[in-house]
């Protein structure tokens, strides 16, 4: 494979802490010779397992960029049995910008797996991660968020891998992110996703949903910040003692593409159902209500199966095709094994 | 007073129903002769008082102009004792904008008033409001969120009218929203807001703060709706009985410019404290996060005295100046009367 | 009056022909001591009167542009009998581009007059004219088209001005253009205009709508410099034979509001009448269509009284509010005196 | 070939009259999990042919749009006799941004051929109709306009394909559209047509160039339409009987790469031939103004070779490089067969 | 006169050293309860004059923003006699979109003087500079440079006030920076400049050009901060010992509109002259070049008078207007007095 | 390999001088037939070698722009011995847009060789640049400044290629542009160059960094054209006598990754060494101040290694990443041979 032109100022083999940058070369109109420069700190502190976690893969995504800050910042070796690598932002121009794509290549960096070494900004991260980052991890936790277009139920989510060994592994630090909810999801949007890269290569991979909109409230803030800790003890990278669940956690999914349900028209969306409460089938999710022609009756967009609401659309304005809500329904025991 | 351009198609003495526009004339690139077309219903049955109920005055504030296109689709003359003139988005570009100030113009549609015959299209329309509108109307209420930029505890709000008898209508109106809490609040950004040429014009002017954020909750819409119905009726415009409160209501005031607190630097703001909680003085409200410096301390906004979180920052990226927190206090009781 | 700021290379006395320039001082972000550099052609041979052509008062419209370029560099004194002041384009950075308002300040140049000496760079030029131009003028011709945004029937037009000798000479003037039709018409969208302004200072104001959109056919560029010449030769500005009318002019006008037909909802536009047709009463005049909905029935525009389609919309593209047909009738024989 | 990634509501086998949508999955900064949902109208009726008609190839031609709408909304399956597959636009979102190229990717709809299942929004639509909706056609008919940069003798179109018993049908097929003049057209500007991958596929493929500028005519409206039905008559997808041509056909062909005149400096356009009229070798076709120099003199754009004018420039405006005139030549005798 | 919105939390009456914010109110599309906060550092110690010392006026003049900041964090109340008040940067926004004009509101924000209390975010600081600090300060000093758009010998400059006491103080005050080029000009280029009204308030006021370009070198910053710190220390505010001048002054002065030389089309400027050097009259001072046209003669600027060449224009590319070059001439005697 | 979609008016072969253009097919949304024309100056008399001379590769560097625009104007067949092929633009969008990058595509064209016949525009250039225009050169010539982003010490610059005859001539060449100093780089910021493409077919290239930053002064514009044309005579393509130079050269180099100083965080920078000084091992270069926090510290950038800094920042606003300073070292003699 090409040689990553991504050059890193830390030495993933040395112990202790390390803060330090991956330098992407590029030019802008206002620098010929510039780096994009991605913050990266390490603490390594005798043999373990190696955790990589990441955020701000989209950069409208930020309860996992605070988290991991204040991890880079708070963390001394001593917390520590084999090694952590935190990447608080994955899509530093579009966190700056508020956007979930990178403003610099138009690009999702979470469709442009498995990368390429002589690409755009994202295409040469994404190979960077692919054939540098990944090989060293054995776990790889990948925060999002709704972003600004979603909201979620606040839950910690995995795709269903078909290795049992692996698959088993991901239940239980899932479980071990302690929220309420926890969701399988398909990918039923495009390819290229930075867990199926990560997959392939047989880590143990766990993402979340930690809610969505551009608030962020204190509760999800400590559920993402509680939850990681807690990944990150229960498979042994952080030392102290695992913190019990709460409450048993329940396990949905949605693998149908009729589980995602998308505006009929452009107009202005009304949401009928709290995330996280249940739908019935044909039951309305919402409206969508015409600005310039108060008189005409407004579209309803219905559930197309009973389940639990686990996402809904983010702001009231939508564009026909927008997903204005996803309903999930219970993972089958045997799946879960 | 000059006379204004803006043309109506409604006959304001006219009983009935009638669906009609406010052509506010102006040129844009793709239109030399063009007008902008503000939708306004009316519905007149006998003698009774007459509300101008208003929406989208910000055109990222949603629920008010879902309930106004709710009651301008479902009322019929039979509902009404009196006169209701229903304007469900007064910025209609900003509207299909998502944005809070109009992109015709960039005007803050509440810092206009009391406008201007001859000025820009958000000056016109505040002139026509000024000038036709409000001399219509006995009651003027105008429904506000937080928009994009900042959560509120959802409630009913009120200027603090210097006229005792104006005063009194208007706690009595704003109670009768239903919100747990109402708050009064000064004007501490600026002048030219509609409330106040309401006020001067001597009108029962009832606002609100219906949450905040992009996100608006099943149960945001349910309280702007019957909120918005309940203050119809207790002031006898809507037929019908009132709702009675669920709970008593909770007065609070932020009066003190230092009740605003700004960011004192850009970064990633984390809210600490939950929107609707108390603080204490000098208690840590949130803190500003250094994607580019991982290593730096964050920055601490704190409170300048005790009191209720009554409104948080909406997006996690701040500017340096930005409002991330307001603080409240409870309505000396004599002030309620 | 306060005092232009503009500076002008043209002596307006001195015989011969001279090509200069107004310079209107700015800035702008690469240039803090610019100019904004307005060509002005002046040629003057003996005694006579004074015509000051303009063009370009909306960039979008080139005809006028074109025939005054043409004008400025083929004209020699000998042609001249007094003196004609020749301005290709009065918005020039609009002209540039392709836009009916000037991207330096977003202004309507034809709503801006009297004019403001420490205003914009428009207000300072309307200035310009109402204090500097128009006194030393006894004709001025403004040459308008659609431009981008509306067809017309190519025709000259005028203002229906209360000084009957004043409105003898101007329709006599018009009728020399020797379009088939004449337009006389209202001021329905807004103040500011340039003619009302030079009506006001008693010229002999004429003016063009030379047909629309953006293409621009040789018979419509051909009948504005043919129809220029021939009134500066009618009024004995330049010198030669008048050419006669190929058939005698038809006066319309539209002075109601309702002659101006608006879009009442955003789609796109399919106009059914061809520009200068008669349409009867209620007639539809066109359809609006929804792309995002095949299976709704288009909306219909229809003529509020019969008579002749003078105007038609440019673009199939429409934004509720805009300007769709205008429909004009024969004007009453006893205006025409 | 890999599989596509668009779903279609459509069941390609059904009789009767079906309206659904091709969702294209993407992201945009407002919706992460996103559809462009192109509209899809099916009739199928019995035995018979397929019929594909297609419009909004580039976004800022509505001709065909408004077309297949009407056709859309008002065929019934008993009007049909085979199967008719309409989408009314392929570039939604140019459509409603009034441009030729799509906003979403920045490309040429029309270069993109065949293709690319993972690729951007266009190049995803290009493959499904490459690989499912061309191969259950029997003729594809693509109607275009010159949009918003160039106007056309509306004509109907078609390449020279080199297999003579489809030329046949295609050169009876674009007769069959009543335009006066039907014109033969090498690619000269770049590949990847939609016409050669289809044609490539055996295809009957029937194009157009139904006017063009903005301004749509009612008279380009009807033409439009009516042969559209008319070709699909002819074809024997639509009943009923064929209309008769008004007056005898007229082939022209532009096959020399100096049939294509370029504007040689930026400047403003006059257009000096009607567009339709013939011109002879060397004449001057349109002339060159610059604003900034009202005495330079103006450089002339000439005619390579005696012709007809097929096409002209749209905007005044021109850039260097912009094409401002296509001269057209009488087909031979024999190369129509 | 009306009073200011803006808040101060600087002290102006407390000794000692003090950091703060003008908080200025407004609202933008993220932040509906912003305040623009401008830095302030002020430094206090016994009895002496006051001096009010500016930068980013302009917002991409940095090498005063930098010597102020400097200043600002490096000076202790001993260094002081009297009071020192230091902004670094008036219009931030500009500042950190590197640009001359204010991205909030448009404005070049020395010529929006007196303001306005109730403006736009620029009209409302010179509102506060023109009845808050101005009365409070002896000397005001404004530190410019030529920007992206001019190159200029660095040096001092002053206007030539009627005042001979003022202009005495001014004079020397000037004199005190050491620039080799001391610089008297006028206001050929509009009105409402920040020193005209500190002049008028009688105030001994100091401004400069140091140098110009994005590029500033090491020598124009220790020019700045050097010359900065010795007017501070001619004028008793900052203790130590004044620095001899390196050589003596030069004084040179461009009263004339025609010193101040305008391209006279757009194109590529090809500067011939060295900033600082002589020329005389007639000589070509640069020639604009052509892109389009290779084969195009340049055209010629040229020198209107003989003198030197006190600034020259920046960027390569001039649009038809900008001032490529202003002429200097030796300031008579007499007015040195 | 593909063939070129580029039209060329030129006649490779013919003798005598031509003025032409390479015409690249492109289409963008006012106009769907354009070609971005490039020009070529071509003049060729009798035998000798063949110099290919470019400039304007990044549209933001005009020295080079205007040096062979004045050669394209000014020389003759007479003047030449051979063949010179002058381009004075390759990016002319940038170049008419102040920018390093294509405005239509988006790329640095330094960065996209060997190019794609069916790419992009800047693609479609390189390629026809690898395939018919390198292998017609004997010598390329590529002119480069430091453009807006960066300022250089004036010096001609070459790669260190392998063959060690092709090294030895362009050492010669480079020595013949008469810089002071001569710079031998190497890239450590991507890959797909002009030159490394131009050299793998064994071409002799010369390149420059003609100093930089938006102002170019008389001096650098003499050192470009002077030192063009004494290359063009050092290589027998241009008659005359070969200037001698000035001082002799001195070799510097940069070849290794620490030798370029990144911007450690975003904010002013100040450059505190001049362009072409020399630093020691560990002095600060620069540092950068903020804007906000006016009380925090500045941060240091310092020297990785005692040298010359031969290219320094240009604009004072930095964003974490950008390039500040490269520091560069004596030549070894045995690699100069």
């Known amino acids: 494979m090409q040689k990553s032109q991504i050059h890193s100022t830390i030495d993933w083999d040395k112990p202790g802490k390390q803060h330090g940058h991956l330098y992407i070369p590029y030019s802008y109109n206002l620098a010929g010779w510039a780096n994009l420069m991605v913050p990266v700190t390490m603490l390594k502190n005798g043999a373990g397992p190696t955790a990589l976690v990441l955020a701000g893969n989209h950069g409208d995504e930020y309860p996992g960029q605070v988290a991991i800050l204040r991890l880079a910042r708070e963390l001394t070796p001593d917390n520590i049995r084999g ?11 579009a966190s700056k910008a508020m956007t979930r794509l990178s403003p610099l ?40 968020t709704g972003g600004r277009s979603m909201d979620f139920v606040p839950c910690a989510t995995m795709h269903l891998v078909d290795d049992l060994a692996q698959r088993r592994k991901m239940i239980e630090g899932t479980e071990a ?44 803030h400590r559920l993402t910040q509680n939850g990681l800790r807690n990944v990150l003890v229960h498979f042994g990278v952080l030392r102290g003692d695992k913190a019990p669940r709460p409450k048993p956690v329940r396990w949905v999914q949605a693998l149908d593409r009729e589980d995602y349900r998308f505006a009929p028209e452009s107009g202005i969306y009304e ?11 044909g039951q309305t999710v919402g409206l969508i209500h015409f600005l310039e022609r108060p008189d005409r009756e407004p579209v309803a967009v219905t559930a197309n199966a009973a389940g639990i609401v686990i996402a809904t659309r983010g702001p009231s304005l939508v564009t026909q ?3 204005v809500a996803c309903i999930a329904h219970d993972v089958p025991a045997e799946v879960l094994g």
Chains 1, 2, 3, 4, 5, 6 share one sequence.
């Open 321 to 323: 095709g927008d997903c």
């Open 271 to 281: 949401n009928l159902i709290e995330c996280g409460s249940g739908v019935a089938t």
């Open 83 to 93: 090694r952590v690598i935190l990447i608080p932002c994955l899509t530093i121009p």
């Open 105 to 144: 290549d138009g690009k999702n960096f979470n469709r442009v797996f498995p990368g390429n070494a002589s690409g755009t900004v994202s295409e040469m991260l994404a190979h960077f991660l692919t054939t540098v980052l990944f090989p060293l991890a054995d776990i790889v936790i990948d925060i999002h």
């Open 177 to 220: 992110w302690n929220s309420d909810i926890a969701f399988m999801y398909a990918d039923v949007a495009g390819t290229g996703l930075l867990p199926v890269e990560a997959e392939r290569q047989g880590k143990i991979v766990i993402t979340t949903e930690m809610g969505g909109g551009e608030i962020v409230t204190p509760a999800v």
